[in-house]
């Protein structure tokens, strides 16, 4: 069962982030980096915030691509209001010990639950040339960016909710059999009851960088750009009968109207449905000019960021020194309790 968490304690930590797998889109931005920046905010707990650049390769591997990638990421959450006097924002892989804490988590992770995990499923058919090991441990990776900083609370989107209660099981199970509370459970953290997901453009599904550059409104996206994936948004041929329920892909429209319109216009086309009278084109250009207006000025901020790389260098670096004390810190009291301590004599004499 999914558990979701809206509190935060004293206690808490907060730790995520989001692949760089190319620019983020509204539903990386509605799901999670939002929340990131509005968390900064509201609560005073320690926060990691990283750019999961090592399970970027488990589906993209082009290093030119993943180097653009990362700077445009990194640009994205500052240009979002993720603040690095407030959070330590950091690249996964300026942080080795992730990597070493992956390797003892793996040894906690049963063979069966990884194959059954939900994105394993959709991965594997989204690229059947390259089903590697590195998709099935997916999960794992995750379970280590969030517990080599001891994280407690882990803002996410929907689709990542499975993971987060794979994260509660690998740490439960090594607990368990070292007889010691090392990692506290993590839970999915959300500001309201449900998650948000926000749909694809072309009809079905959710909105993924994976999918075609067309079903995705980007945060980069230029207004010309926008409007026209707007346009081209799948509709159906409209209602024919008063009262219908609605498409799906006419819902998909309307969950991206509560994004970006305001009340009355959302009524206001709701009841042009009910009422058969609706004409989708009018709905997509309101729709397009208030995406247009709430984008506009993140992308202006973000294109700031981008243009001040030795800036995003700083950050980067000024980040990646406190998230390592922080994983350093975790990964020697792990090896301690592995019996792994690096004082090779006190290994073999004690
Ligand atoms: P993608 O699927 O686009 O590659 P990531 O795996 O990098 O996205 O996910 C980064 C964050 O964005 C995660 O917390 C994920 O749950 C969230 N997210 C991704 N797509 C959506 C969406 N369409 N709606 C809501 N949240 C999303």
Avoid at 268 to 277: A, E, I, P, R, V
């Amino acid at each position: 069962m999914t558990t979701i968490s809206k509190t935060i304690t004293k206690d808490d930590i907060i730790v995520s982030g989001a692949r760089s797998t190319g620019v983020i889109h509204i539903g990386n931005y509605f799901g999670a980096i939002r929340n990131f920046a509005k968390m900064i905010d509201d609560f005073e707990n320690p926060s990691f915030f990283f750019i999961a650049d090592w399970h970027a390769l488990t589906t993209h591997q082009d290093a030119a691509l993943l180097k653009d990638s990362v700077r445009k990421t990194l640009a994205t959450y500052l240009g979002c209001g993720l603040d690095p006097n407030k959070s330590t924002i950091y690249l996964q892989s300026d942080v080795p010990a992730i990597s070493e804490l992956y390797l003892y988590l793996n040894m906690f992770a049963h063979l069966g639950e990884l194959e059954r995990t939900a994105t394993f499923k959709e991965k594997i058919a989204a690229n059947p040339n390259n089903i590697n090991a590195g998709l099935l441990t997916y999960p794992v990776l995750m379970a280590a960016d969030v517990l080599i900083h001891k994280g407690t609370k882990v803002p996410v989107g929907k689709d990542q909710a499975q993971h987060i209660e794979m994260i509660r099981t690998f740490s439960n199970r090594l607990n368990r059999v070292y007889k010691k509370e090392i990692f506290k459970e993590a839970l999915a953290y959300s500001y309201s009851d449900d998650f948000v997901t926000v749909p694809s453009l072309n009809g079905s599904g959710k909105m993924s960088k994976s999918d075609d550059p067309n079903s995705a409104i980007l945060l980069l996206d230029s207004d010309k750009d926008i409007e026209k994936k707007i346009k081209r948004a799948k509709t159906d041929t409209g209602p024919t009968e008063k009262n219908s329920p609605l498409t799906q892909e006419v819902k998909n429209l309307f969950d991206l109207m509560a994004l970006f319109s305001n009340e009355e216009q959302i009524t206001y086309f709701k009841n042009s449905y009910l009422d058969c009278s609706i004409r989708y084109g009018d709905l997509k250009n309101q729709l397009a000019l208030d995406a247009i207006q709430f984008i506009r000025p993140l992308r202006e901020q973000i294109e700031e960021y981008i243009n001040k790389p030795n800036l995003l260098v700083e950050i980067a670096k000024s980040g990646a020194e406190k998230a390592n004390n922080s994983a350093n810190n975790t990964i020697e009291e792990l090896r301690d309790t592995l019996g792994l301590t690096r004082k090779f004599l006190n290994k073999i004499s004690n």
